[in-house]
């Protein structure tokens, strides 16, 4: 859901009401989602925070690590 991906980009925190509207749907169905995909919900304030997905980091190889590999390819 392209939205979602939005919401987490977007913010750290948001109301219920704002992630219902921004979604087009109900309150109970943007918190319901939301739980599913780890957030947490401030029941007395009615804000979820959004959790990060982790980044992913790229790795460098050292040149002598990429021959190794290469030694082991099939012709």
Do not use: C
């Not at 939205?3 to 219920?16: C, D, G, K, P, R």
């Not at 780890?38 to 992913?56: E, F, Y």
């Amino acid at each position: 859901m392209f939205e979602v991906e939005l919401l987490l980009s977007a913010y750290s925190t948001t109301s219920i009401q704002d992630a219902a509207q921004f979604l087009e749907v109900s309150e109970e169905d943007a918190t319901n989602y939301v739980l599913l995909h780890g957030w947490t919900v401030d029941p007395a304030s009615q804000i979820l925070t959004v959790t990060k997905k982790a980044t992913v980091k790229w790795q460098k190889l050292d040149p002598d690590e990429l021959q190794r590999l290469r030694v082991h390819l099939p012709p």
